[in-house]
């Protein structure tokens, strides 16, 4: 990363142009890359890149850690073998300056499941097997949101707390069973982030060669909704298994006066704690790292603007670690 003063722009790579009605990480991230560097800026700043939940809100995730399928390029997939320019022919008319998030996924998941589909067929054996490495370097989230994506598609989109009690309570042999239902379903949502993360490594390759860092962040927040919260209910602030959060910070400006249904970052003060470098293993994005303070609160708490916070929150600062570059 560079360290004297340095231009850029911010774009998040739903932004960027292209035929399918969302940006992606295949040519148009190239093409603006090479924009950027004719024009000698030195930083693209994206915003999380995590698979959105509720509004489809990049800091709204259900995870910490996974790619958002949507931002996989058809073109990249294509061009692999594992899509045919016949099955890219019949695409819907989508809008071309913003993305309808519905008909994008309406239209890119099951493309996305045959370019599966078609790995699980033909791809060569230098190819299973750095899925498979893959598989095994990510495992310590990998296995639970395989395991929660396909969990959701199976119970209609629904949150998690609203599932069967026993997964809900992650019951070992109420999980097995899943796994074994769904065996096919946590594949795809594997090897899906494994075209996700293939496609981001090349796109950072391209930026670095150009001399250009990029640059990001994590939300604030880790969402309740989200394989992070169901597999380690412990390390968040919930009221309880099944509810939503018990000490909740406002968002001033999107939800002026009112509460945001997330989780505080226990997780990350954890991740902090026991070691763990939180700059490298949230999707691997931006490996740099700026250590920040986010603050948590206990009590009925509720801010707008021209009030204050309620008398008796009691506030704990938490050193948290916020990724900002990929260089």
């Known amino acids: 990363m560079a360290t004297g003063r340095v231009a850029g722009i911010l774009l998040h790579p739903t932004s960027l142009p292209g035929p399918y009605g969302i940006g992606e990480l295949g040519d148009e991230a190239r093409a603006f890359l090479d924009f950027l560097h004719e024009t000698r800026q030195g930083l693209w700043q994206v915003l999380p890149l995590g698979p959105t939940g509720y509004g489809d809100s990049p800091y709204q995730c259900f995870s910490a850690f996974a790619g958002n399928p949507l931002l996989v390029s058809l073109d990249q997939l294509r061009k692999d073998g594992l899509l045919s320019a016949s099955d890219l022919a019949g695409r819907p008319a989508l ?13 890119k998941q099951p493309l996305l499941a045959k370019a599966c589909a078609s790995f699980e067929n033909g791809a060569e054996p230098t190819k299973r097997a750095a899925f498979e490495a893959f598989c095994r370097e990510h495992a310590s989230w990998l296995d639970d949101f395989g395991l929660f994506m396909a969990l959701k598609e199976a119970n209609g989109g629904r ?9 809900v309570n992650r019951e070992p042999d109420a999980l097995e069973r899943a796994r074994g239902e769904l065996a096919r379903e946590i594949r795809t ?3 899906t982030q494994f075209f996700f993360f293939e496609q981001w490594a090349a796109v950072r390759d391209y930026a670095h060669e150009r001399a250009i860092s990029i640059m990001g962040d994590l939300p604030i927040f880790v969402a309740h909704d989200s ?3 169901w597999a380690h209910p412990e390390l968040f602030t919930l009221a309880a298994i099944g509810s939503l959060v018990g000490a909740r910070l406002a968002y001033v400006i999107n939800h002026v006066g009112d509460y945001a ?3 505080l970052d226990v997780f990350i003060q954890h991740e902090v704690a026991s070691g763990t470098d939180v700059s490298v293993t949230p999707t691997g994005h931006y490996p740099a790292q700026l250590t920040i303070a986010t603050w948590s609160c206990q009590g009925d708490i509720r801010f707008s603007i021209g009030q204050s916070w309620s008398p008796g929150a009691t506030f704990t600062s938490i050193p948290r670690t916020v990724l900002v570059a990929a260089r």
């Open 159 to 167: 949150a998690w707390h609203t599932w069967d009690r026993a997964v």
């Open 189 to 191: 949502v594997r090897l």
């Open 227 to 229: 394989a992070d919260v």
């Open 95 to 107: 809008p071309s300056r913003e993305v309808d998030f519905g008909a994008v996924k309406a239209f």
């Open 261 to 263: 249904s997330s989780p």
